[in-house]
DNA sequence: TTGAAAGCGCTAACAT
DNA sequence: ATGTTAGCGCTTTCAA
């Protein structure tokens, strides 16, 4: 069996109260019994119970995060940003990849609240926010990510959406672009929304009509951006740019574009969203606006913490910038 | 405050001990009471403390999943498959980005026992299984993927490299090419060497010489498959084609050859290891050996499952299949 | 069929 | 400076 606390307090000669007190570095110790129950507890490979000391009201030192869907390349490197600043924190994630299905959330749902995770970092996003809702009443701290600005007191990280669809558009039409279309993954979603109306704002800036038949939605997949673009290259009058709300589906814009025998980016020129490592695989590489990834999963982090902490008695919100990243994906319109 | 237990059985009117055995379905409980129970608990939203409950010598219902990256597609995809199955087990997972930093693994190793995980899946692997050998020592369960066979007994579950490299090397040979690259990760890697070994043993059935001067290593990245490919091309007698033995290093042979005006596949062949998200996104479609992911998710889990029960006295070693799914990276030497 | 009570490994007053 | 002890929320004999 694993030793236990009484096995060192024995094993040293001292009551199980100061080896509590070594370990925790509370109370007043000689420093004489401390280096001894030190050497012991080394001895005996001993490993205090995290989940005994949760038991007395500890924290867990564990946050759950959820995400549409680990696999998604975004996602991964969102929860990579967010596991690297939970391990300076001394603490563990748990992965919850839901498919946007709610009964998965309520099953996550029901494990993380069960296993008294500290918080947890949402990523994901469903009908009336039920998900979150439940969270709230149970008094989990939450931070949210990828997001929309919710109606609700919840601290949240989010990237200027309608900055980024601006740089989008601006950069297309200062390109001299004038028929645009737009791929989005869920017009419904608010990041979405947003990154359209950016971009539609910078075409009217630019004196560019913006034409509602370009606008296409689908999933968050290169299937559906290659079948959305499909469609775009038969309208009678094709665009000559995109703007893909994110990598996945300007990857699936090109790939139709290739298949339509076009020539890249003198045919059609491409703008994605969120800069993940596809954009630098694909050919040809992807003029993207970039978000910051690390920099959201450390604030995300970061705030959970303080709530977790109860060092803040307001919720906030930080915005960060997007920042529009140019390869060659985008020409000139010749 | 969250309800405890004591809350609901005050509420019910019973004990502790009914209310526990409604929640476990343990002991006898008359139909009448355990409904009784049920509503109580409905009503007060209670949710059993699985931390209490882990104390009492039940399992935490908690795995540790430790990996070199969770932002490289293959092992976000392991991840994911891990993490499905874990789910329909009612287990989460804690994922663990180890970078291969023996600090790093090591303070992860604390973390998860510290938390008293039920067993952890690694698809890490440094220097003199150090991390391993703790685990195992301190009788946790373990399952290996995405490895070596270690002269340790654990459970692994792998694919055949072997067989990979070679189908990876007689797709090259029997498309005519006689100038085979070979680009590792890490030669010292029984899976990279094993690949390299099946792709040799092709090339000699098909009475191929292999040159060494053709075999490369770097990491587990694009830009080290890049770098190694430009020092290829720069050879006298530059090869024809190339086996990578992860299409991140292929993706980067793509790019040091397109960046050299080759004609891909025209004037060079590229094959790929692992069958990534990536594979379908490059250009041309990169010729790669699938590895069963989905399938090693679940293995793993399995596996690991049984040994947390106990069902099972011998250590096993799964092997699957690789198979050569062939796309537009590779063509017939002209 | 139900309940009383002892523990699981630890923390935190409170004594000494 | 160190020890005693009462919980934390649950499971599990063992009685009733």
Same mark, same amino acid.
């Given at each position: 069996?694993?030793?236990?606390?009484?096995?060192?307090?024995?094993?040293?000669?001292?009551?199980?109260?100061?080896?509590?007190?070594?370990?925790?570095?509370?109370?007043?110790?000689?420093?004489?019994?401390?280096?001894?129950?030190?050497?012991?507890?080394?001895?005996?490979?001993?490993?205090?119970?995290?989940?005994?000391?949760?038991?007395?009201?500890?924290?867990?030192?564990?946050?759950?995060?959820?995400?549409?869907?680990?696999?998604?390349?975004?996602?991964?490197?969102?929860?990579?940003?967010?596991?690297?600043?939970?391990?300076?924190?001394?603490?563990?994630?748990?992965?919850?990849?839901?498919?946007?299905?709610?009964?998965?959330?309520?099953?996550?749902?029901?494990?993380?609240?069960?296993?008294?995770?500290?918080?947890?970092?949402?990523?994901?996003?469903?009908?009336?926010?039920?998900?979150?809702?439940?969270?709230?009443?149970?008094?989990?701290?939450?931070?949210?990510?990828?997001?929309?600005?919710?109606?609700?007191?919840?601290?949240?990280?989010?990237?200027?959406?309608?900055?980024?669809?601006?740089?989008?558009?601006?950069?297309?039409?200062?390109?001299?672009?004038? %028929?645009?279309?737009?791929?989005?993954?869920?017009?419904?979603?608010?990041?979405?929304?947003? %990154?359209?109306?950016?971009?539609?704002?910078?075409?009217?800036?630019?004196?560019?009509?913006?034409?509602?038949?370009?606008?296409?939605?689908?999933?968050?997949?290169?299937?559906?951006?290659?079948?959305?673009?499909?469609?775009?290259?038969?309208?009678?009058?094709?665009?000559?740019?995109?703007?893909?709300?994110?990598?996945?589906?300007?990857?699936?814009?090109?790939?139709?574009?290739?298949?339509?025998?076009?020539?890249?980016?003198?045919?059609?020129?491409?703008?994605?969203?969120?800069?993940?490592?596809?954009?630098?695989?694909?050919?040809?590489?992807?003029?993207?606006?970039?978000?910051?990834?690390?920099?959201?999963?450390?604030?995300?982090?970061?705030?959970?913490?303080?709530?977790?902490?109860?060092?803040?008695?307001?919720?906030? %919100?930080?915005?960060?910038?997007?920042?529009?990243?140019?390869?060659?994906?985008?020409?000139?319109?010749t």
């Amino acid at each position: 069996m694993k030793p236990t606390i009484y096995d060192v307090a024995q094993a040293a000669g001292v009551s199980i109260a100061t080896v509590s007190k070594v370990i925790n570095g509370t109370g007043r110790i000689s420093d004489k019994t401390r280096k001894h129950v030190t050497n012991i507890m080394e001895q005996l490979k001993y490993q205090p119970s995290m989940v005994a000391s949760a038991l007395t009201g500890k924290s867990t030192f564990t946050v759950g995060l959820t995400l549409p869907d680990l696999a998604n390349p975004f996602f991964a490197e969102i929860a990579r940003a967010v596991e690297d600043r939970g391990h300076e924190y001394g603490f563990n994630v748990f992965i919850c990849s839901t498919d946007n299905d709610p009964d998965r959330e309520i099953k996550y749902f029901s494990l993380l609240t069960q296993k008294r995770v500290d918080g947890v970092i949402v990523a994901t996003r469903t009908e009336k926010d039920l998900f979150l809702k439940k969270l709230i009443q149970q008094h989990v701290p939450i931070t949210l990510i990828t997001g929309e600005m919710p109606a609700l007191a919840v601290d949240t990280v989010m990237v200027d959406d309608f900055l980024g669809g601006y740089q989008a558009g601006s950069h297309l039409t200062g390109l001299g672009h004038r %028929r645009i279309a737009i791929l989005a993954e869920d017009v419904n979603t608010m990041s979405n929304r947003e %990154r359209i109306r950016g971009c539609k704002q910078a075409m009217a800036e630019a004196g560019v009509a913006s034409d509602e038949r370009l606008i296409a939605a689908g999933e968050f997949t290169v299937d559906s951006g290659k079948e959305a673009m499909r469609r775009l290259l038969e309208l009678g009058e094709p665009p000559t740019a995109v703007f893909a709300c994110n990598d996945l589906l300007a990857i699936g814009a090109i790939q139709a574009a290739r298949e339509r025998g076009l020539q890249l980016p003198r045919q059609l020129s491409v703008v994605g969203f969120d800069n993940t490592i596809l954009a630098t695989i694909i050919d040809p590489p992807l003029t993207t606006v970039a978000q910051p990834i690390q920099e959201i999963g450390r604030q995300a982090m970061d705030l959970l913490m303080q709530e977790i902490k109860g060092e803040k008695s307001m919720r906030q %919100r930080v915005v960060l910038m997007p920042e529009l990243v140019v390869r060659g994906s985008t020409a000139a319109l010749t």
